[in-house]
């Protein structure tokens, strides 16, 4: 057993976690990181899991809610210092599209969206109808819908790769990377405890606990977290080389359909580790609710819901008519939203700090959000020019 002291522990080596222990290294801070390494086999596997264990994330400058957006093109704008500090490559500038009905229900969502865009001088080309199709010749966007392209500077991010490089340059910038799972945080006479489960225990003035989904794990935080966390099935369709090599300029899209049905979003072809290609389909039109931890392990070993999956098929076939395809699959994964759209970065005692609820948009915003976690372990606060409303319960 190992006993180390640290002014700050980040438990949690995912999207937001790695982040904000780069940024704490980087401000000189003596900082641990702990989490586990991705499961070889899922369906296997009982511990935790994470909402990063894919190849892609859409990454895109605009967004309906203010704060999102302005997460993201804080986050963006470092992405090629992360990659070349952490000499890991992970962003590909695609561009990417937002689109939604122009009028009538549902329409706040991309009005919303091109209002923060115009605030904030986000380039973009809005396009709709005739324009639109003749643009995008392998999308069949009804009528009525209101489509911004963000042409540079948006695309998707490899999350994996992302957590990979903000890891390398938190290392090399001091930080001491421990490879477990953290079972139990104790708090006594200001100093916090981390108690892993290979029997390392470390010691810090500050805990940061940015373990996703799994910050409702008992023995972490000592409130509970009023995240909800929803079940994700996400349809994969393999395309051959020839469709693939066709799509090659496709850009990532996020879609609100007129029917307000489902809120799909599509990632282009990306190779796999298993070196097939995919495009990827998300956005269940029905949300399950996982109230427990022990629901959402065997919900990630469930490989997801094949009728959602189907659902989703549908939705990708039905707006790309023209796609050629081999075979469908399906993957399971989990969102946590909180009860106002902010995500949760706070205090919750003299020690310990909550750093989670990506709200869907955790990957692309991750640096940012990372940024605000290591601000506020080092008793900063988030600054209110730039963000508004509560990021605490
Ligand atoms: C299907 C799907 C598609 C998505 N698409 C997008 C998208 O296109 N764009 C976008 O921006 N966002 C997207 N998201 C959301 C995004 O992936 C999440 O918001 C993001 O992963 C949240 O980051 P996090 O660091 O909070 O959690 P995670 O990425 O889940 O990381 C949490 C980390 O904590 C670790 N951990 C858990 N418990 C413990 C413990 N006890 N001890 C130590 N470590 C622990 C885990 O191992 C993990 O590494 C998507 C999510 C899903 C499910």
Redesign the pocket.
């Known amino acids: 057993m190992t006993e180390q002291s640290f002014d700050v522990i980040v ?8 982040a904000a222990a780069r940024h704490l290294a980087e401000m000189g801070v003596k900082t641990a990181l ?3 390494a ?1 499961p070889e086999v899922k369906a296997a596997h009982t511990g ?5 264990y ?1 190849q ?4 895109r400058k605009i967004d309906a809610r203010k704060n999102w957006s302005r997460f ?1 093109q804080a986050a963006i704008k470092r992405y090629e210092e992360i990659e070349e500090k952490g000499g890991v490559s992970f962003f590909s500038a695609v561009g990417a599209i937002i689109a939604g009905p122009e009028v009538g229900d549902g329409s706040d969502f991309i009005l919303n969206a091109r209002r923060n865009a115009v605030t904030d001088g986000v380039a973009h080309e809005a396009l709709r109808g005739a324009a639109l199709a003749a643009r995008f010749t392998d999308f069949a966007f009804p009528e009525g819908i209101l489509a911004l392209y963000e042409p540079s500077e948006a695309g ?1 991010i490899n ?1 994996r790769a992302h ?1 990979r490089a903000e890891i390398a340059a938190a290392r090399s910038t001091g930080a001491y990377i421990l490879c ?4 139990r945080i104790t708090e006594e006479h200001g100093e916090a405890r981390v108690v892993c489960a290979g029997g390392d225990v470390l010691a810090a003035d500050k805990v940061v606990v ?6 409702k ?1 008992e023995g ?1 935080l000592p409130d509970p977290i009023p995240t909800r966390v929803y079940a ?1 099935t ?1 349809a994969f369709f393999e395309l051959d080389a020839e469709e693939a090599a066709r799509l090659a300029g496709m850009p ?1 899209v996020v879609y609100l359909p007129p029917d307000l049905s489902a809120d799909p ?1 599509i ?1 282009p072809p990306v190779r796999y580790p298993d070196g097939k290609t995919y495009i990827k389909i ?1 956005g269940d039109a029905v949300d399950r609710e996982l109230g427990s931890v022990a629901e959402m392990i065997d919900w990630f070993r469930s490989g997801g819901d094949p009728s959602a999956g189907a659902a989703m098929a549908d939705i990708l076939t039905g707006l790309m008519p023209g796609l050629r395809y081999h075979s469908v699959s399906f993957d399971s ?4 939203f909180s009860p106002n759209g902010n995500p949760f970065i706070y205090p919750q005692s003299d020690c310990i700090i909550a ?12 640096d940012e ?1 990372g940024r605000l976690g290591a601000l506020v372990a080092t008793g900063g606060t988030i600054p209110a020019d730039m963000y508004e409303g509560a990021f605490a319960p």
Request: glycine fraction near 14%; hydrophobic fraction near 45%; proline fraction near 3%.
């Open positions: 438990v949690g080596a995912g999207l937001m976690g790695s702990v989490g586990p991705e935790v899991f994470a909402s990063h894919d892609a994330r859409i990454t993201s998707w999350p957590v477990d799972e953290v079972v940015a373990c996703g989904a799994f910050s794990s972490l994700r996400i990532s979003y990632l998300g994964c989990v969102t946590s750093l989670t609820a990506g709200n869907g948009a955790g990957a692309k915003c991750a959000l």
